[in-house]
Nanobody
């Protein structure tokens, strides 16, 4: 089964950028339709962006035009490039399949604050 380790989070000012990485274990990553999720304090986890095994992408409305999801199957790694960050993007970010049927990793904290 595929397991994920997320990294790349941090503290950034509004308008700043971060690139998150998600390294997958196992040899089936290239076949997985994956997604990035986030969970803010006191809120439910929500899907942020998704990418199929064929690299078709989709985004939630609030991040369209600011976030880009992409993947490198040779490195078993998924990425989330986040630009023009806003305070409301503050959350713990996770990756998983697009149906969230795999084990959750630890996530990576993103804090957008001046």
């Amino acid at each position: 089964q595929v397991q994920f380790v997320e990294s790349g989070g941090g503290l950034v000012q509004p308008g700043g950028s971060l690139r998150l990485s998600c390294v997958a274990s196992g040899s089936f990553f290239r076949f997985v339709d994956m997604a990035w999720y986030r969970q803010a304090p006191g809120k439910q986890r929500e899907l942020v962006a998704a990418i199929t095994s064929g690299s078709a992408t989709d985004y939630r409305g609030s991040v369209k035009g600011r976030f880009t999801i992409f993947r490198d199957n040779a490195k078993n790694t998924g990425y989330l490039q986040m630009n023009s960050l806003k305070p409301e993007d503050t959350a713990v970010y996770y990756c998983n399949s697009n149906t969230a049927n795999l084990d959750w990793g630890q996530g990576t904290q993103v804090t957008v604050s001046s």
